[in-house]
């Protein structure tokens, strides 16, 4: 049980820095906008696939997380 209490104290704290990011997303003006991040728009279509931001944030989570469980 302790492990589990761990992993939900781990979601939680996880959670959290999420909202955070997304309230303050809006304010940081490249994020979103990286060179490498698809846009396509087209007559009557729009693509956008942030591809660089996703590994940006990936990388920063999997350093977090490292660390963390050190």
């Not at 704290?13 to 303050?24: A, K, N, P, Q, R």
């Not at 591809?51 to 469980?69: D, G, H, K």
């Amino acid at each position: 049980m302790g492990e589990l209490g761990k992993l939900l104290i781990l979601f939680g704290i996880i959670l959290v820095v999420l909202g955070i990011v997304f309230s303050f997303a809006a304010k940081i003006p490249w994020l979103g906008h990286l060179p490498g991040d698809i846009y396509i728009q087209r007559e009557r279509f729009t693509f956008y696939f942030p591809l660089t931001t996703c590994l940006l944030v990936s990388l920063i989570l999997t350093l977090v997380l490292y660390l963390f469980r050190r």
